[in-house]
Nanobody
């Protein structure tokens, strides 16, 4: 049974930073691609960022490119999302995702496993 547990969400002012973490258990973590999605009320879950199992490649949504950085530590079974220059439009529930495919993980319906989500609120 795979478990993904996010942490690090909270309230921050516009222009500030937050770092989200997602701890994985129950699978050989290093064999899987990892990613982040976000969702606001009444809307679909949107892709944010993805990273290969080895960490040698990353991919970002245009809306966060240059501001967010995804990384992973396979020794700790943890993936991170460093969020800088936050904007009120970044306010959402952020979900960690795990999938066998670095390409499929960008598609919500293809994701194998999800975390429970962590709220990020950016005030103006």
């Amino acid at each position: 049974q795979v478990q993904l547990v996010e942490s690090g969400g909270g309230l921050v002012q516009a222009g500030g930073s937050l770092r989200l973490s997602c701890a994985a258990s129950g699978r050989p973590f290093s064999s899987y691609a990892m990613g982040w999605f976000r969702q606001t009320p009444g809307k679909e879950r949107d892709f944010v960022a993805a990273i290969t199992w080895s960490g040698d490649a990353t991919y970002y949504a245009d809306s966060v490119k240059g501001r967010f950085t995804i990384s992973r530590d396979n020794a700790k079974n943890t993936v991170y999302l460093q969020m800088n220059s936050l904007e009120p439009e970044d306010t959402a529930v952020y979900f960690c995702a795990l999938d066998r495919s670095y390409f499929a993980i960008r598609i919500e319906t293809s994701v194998d496993y999800w975390g429970q989500g962590t709220q990020v609120t950016v005030s103006s």
